[in-house]
């Protein structure tokens, strides 16, 4: 069965790959001017995803309206339908901003989960033009809200792929534990970190983390070079106002603590302390 759910929705590529570069081109055209706003729209200030919040609450209201038309509770029934119209505006809002920032093969399939939450969200509003008609038959208006909630689930399905197949606004660093031990620091040529290029990013290695190193002044800063976001280069970024910008979607990170300080990244960044190693050379440890 799941090798059947997946051959479907991987048959569906073909128009949403298109769809998807197009949908990416207006949304980012859209969003550009008004980053702050899009920071908030991916939750950028609580730390978590607003989108996987939103998507919770219409999927749960579309089911109390169903199962609330069934038992002939019509006023219910169409109170719930339009907190779930309502919801699913949010979420879609929610999940326009994360969009944005989505690549590969996560956008192709962003791109069939929306479309199908788009064909539920039109006959739900249907279904709910239909009630406020009145009428005493009201076959027609339940079964579409009937279908759409199908819908629903089949695009809740193909969303759920976008972030636990592809990892689409998953920390990047949730299973790399803080360490205690300092561990050798490999800078390659750059045998001295006071002589590095001041604000200028550079790229390290600590055991198996790659890392990179900022010299201010008299100190050396450093965080992972593993973007939090979606894996972006950080050691290819710039640096700015103490911060350090990703290369892919412009995500900051503060090179003193790894706080972040701009989306669409939700999580802060590994930060590591550095130091002379006793015998020449360098070291770090990870302190956040």
Known sequence: MARLLARLVAAQDGWARPLGDFNHRWLNALFRPIRPIKDFLNGTWVGHPLHSAATDIPIGALLLTVVLDIAGQTGAADIALIVTILFMLAAAVTGAADYTDTDGTARTRATTHSTLMVVALVLLLVSLGLRAAGGTDRTIPVALSIIGFLIVTAGAFVGGDVVYLFGNMVNRHAFRGAGTKWIRLDTGTNTDLAALPEATPTKAKAGVNDMVLV??????????????????????????????????????????????????????????????????????????
């Open 215 to 288: 010299r201010v002044g008299d100190t050396v800063h450093a965080i992972h070079a593993v973007c939090a976001h979606a894996g972006g280069p950080l050691a290819e970024g710039t640096f700015a106002d103490g911060c350090i910008e990703c290369p892919w979607h412009g995500s900051r990170f503060r090179m003193t603590d790894g706080h972040l300080r701009r989306g669409p990244a939700l999580y802060d960044q590994p930060a590591y302390e550095v130091r002379r190693r006793e015998g020449g050379g360098w070291e770090a440890r990870r302190r956040s």
